[in-house]
């Protein structure tokens, strides 16, 4: 499958400790970006990254952090995890940059104890 | 702060029916605005896009600089179509890059 992949698919885990969840943008994708999606907030956007440079922050905690690897892999941390830190978290990547036309992955749902 | 706006949670219509999935933005300038759609059990995707204004699956969207609007709109419902629906607006200013979505709208087609 050469479409935006996701791991793990599901996550649960307790307060105070500390995630890495993982992406894989469509081949040929340079950009990758991460949402959060919660039932009150809506798909909230986080972070992009464009050929391993940050490019774009939204409403991203302190407490997160993200990086693109040479690979073109992405990966978000989520440390000091609080309940309310439980959400369903999406990659989408894109060929360029500048578009609005993203790539979906499957998310990752996070369950935080 | 660019925003994009779905003001029904949900929505539900009959097979065959007229759909329009409403959506409002504020952006300065010339706004770039998406439908994404989620079907059941699939990730989220691209339906359409104003720049293209083209027609898929029967859904066409205009957008409306005077009403700041880009409904979505289809003239006969299908069950089909029934999915969650996301208005989308791509900011690009000052250089930096966002996909801004909607709360979305939930439509429930009834056969």
């Known amino acids: 499958d050469s479409g935006v992949t996701q791991t793990p698919k599901h996550l649960i885990t307790a307060t105070g400790q500390r995630v890495t969840l993982r992406c894989s943008p469509r081949?040929?994708?340079?950009?990758v970006y991460w949402y959060q999606q919660s039932l009150d907030q809506g798909l909230q956007f986080l972070i992009q990254y464009y050929n391993g440079e940050e490019r774009a922050k939204g409403n991203i905690l302190e407490r997160f952090s993200a990086q693109q690897f040479p690979d073109l892999h992405s990966e978000l941390n989520l440390s000091s995890l609080e309940l309310g830190d439980s959400a369903l978290y999406f990659c989408?990547?894109?060929?360029?940059?500048?578009?609005?036309?993203?790539?979906f992955g499957e998310g990752s749902r996070l369950t935080v104890l | 702060a660019q925003r994009v706006t779905q003001p029904e949670k949900l929505l539900s219509v009959f097979k065959g029916a007229p759909v329009e999935l409403k959506c409002n933005y504020s952006y300065s300038g010339s706004p770039e605005l998406f439908w994404y759609v989620q079907y059941s059990r699939q990730r989220l995707q691209l339906l359409l896009r104003?720049?293209s204004r083209e027609s898929i699956k029967g859904f066409t969207a205009d957008l409306n600089k005077g009403e700041t609007s880009f409904h979505l709109k289809k003239p006969f419902a299908q069950e089909e179509d029934s999915a969650m629906y996301y208005c989308a607006g791509w900011d690009s200013g000052a250089g930096s890059y966002q996909l801004t979505f909607g709360k979305g709208t939930k439509l429930s087609v009834i056969p």
């Open positions: 104003h720049i």
């Open positions: 081949s040929g994708d340079l950009s």
């Open positions: 989408a990547s894109s060929v360029s940059e500048n578009t609005g036309e993203l790539f």
